[in-house]
C-alpha cells in the first residue's frame, strides 16, 4: 500500500537559519506529490507540487522542494526560515487513478527569535 | 473568492448522539473530499464526491458514517451515533473537475469534534 513518511515530528529552528523537512514515500510509479502547510485556525494551504519535470520545485513563501527518486525522497526546504514560517507542514500524495490524498503525519515547525 | 467553509469549528458531543458537519466548497468545484485527523495522527481521507455522486468512499470507516451532497453543492457529514474514536478534526477539501488528480485540493479550517 501506499504510503508517506515524515519522519521529525518536531523541528525547532531559530529565526534565519536554514529548514529542510523530510518526506519518504512509497510507491512503485512517480506519483503526484504536495507539500501544504497549517497555521493555527487556517485550513491546509499548498505549499508546492511536483507531477514531472524539473525535479527542483519552487513554491510560495520562498520554499523549495526536491524530488528523489532513488530516495523516493520530497523533501522541502527554505534557506531563511521567518518567525512566520511556524505551522505544521504536510507531505502529501496522490497515486494514479485516484483523487485521495495520502499524507504524512506531519512536521510541526517551532521557529525562535 | 470565499474559501471552503466548515460548520461547526467545534463540536462537542456525548456518546450516542448524533452530529453533523457541513462543508460549502468553493463555487464552481465539482470534486469534494472530506478528510479526518485523529489526534497525533496522520490526515485520512474518507470520501470524495464528484458533484453529488460518491466517487469514492474507501475512507469510510463504518456505516455510523453518511455522507450527502445535495445537487453538487453543500455537503455534509453525520455521525449517528457517535462513538469516543470519532473525535478528531473532519477536513473537508475542493477542487476543480479538469485537469484530474494533479490539481489543487483547496481545504478548509476543520470542525473539531470531541466526544466525551
Known amino acids: 500500500a501506499q504510503s508517506v513518511t515524515q519522519p521529525d515530528i518536531h523541528i525547532t529552528v531559530s529565526e534565519g537559519a536554514s529548514l529542510e523537512l523530510r518526506c519518504n514515500y512509497s510507491y512503485g510509479a512517480t506519483p503526484y506529490l504536495f507539500w501544504y502547510v497549517q497555521s493555527p485556525g487556517q485550513g491546509l494551504q499548498l505549499l508546492l507540487k511536483?507531477?514531472?519535470?524539473?525535479?527542483l520545485v519552487q513554491g510560495i513563501k520562498g520554499f523549495e522542494a526536491e524530488f528523489k527518486r532513488s530516495q523516493s525522497s520530497f523533501n522541502l526546504r527554505k534557506p531563511s526560515v521567518h518567525w512566520s514560517d511556524a505551522a505544521e507542514y504536510f507531505c502529501a500524495v496522490v497515486t494514479s487513478g485516484t483523487y485521495k490524498y495520502i499524507f504524512g503525519t506531519g512536521t510541526r515547525l517551532k521557529v525562535l527569535a | 473568492e470565499a474559501g471552503v467553509t466548515q460548520f461547526p469549528s467545534h463540536s462537542v458531543i456525548e456518546k450516542g448522539q448524533t452530529v453533523t458537519l457541513r462543508c460549502d466548497p468553493i463555487?464552481?468545484?465539482?470534486?469534494l473530499y472530506w478528510y479526518r485527523r485523529v489526534m497525533g495522527k496522520e490526515i485520512k481521507f474518507l470520501l470524495h464526491?464528484?458533484?453529488?455522486?460518491?466517487?469514492?468512499e474507501s475512507g469510510m470507516p463504518n456505516n455510523r458514517f453518511l455522507a450527502e451532497r445535495t445537487g453538487g453543492t453543500y455537503s455534509t457529514l453525520k455521525v449517528q451515533p457517535a462513538e469516543l474514536e470519532d473525535s478528531g478534526v473532519y477536513f473537508c477539501a475542493s477542487s476543480l473537475l479538469t485537469g484530474g488528480p494533479y490539481n489543487e485540493q483547496f481545504f478548509g479550517p476543520g470542525t473539531r469534534l470531541t466526544v466525551l
Open positions: 463555487s464552481g468545484h465539482d470534486n
Open positions: 464526491f464528484v458533484k453529488e455522486s460518491k466517487q469514492d
Open positions: 511536483y507531477f514531472s519535470g524539473d525535479t
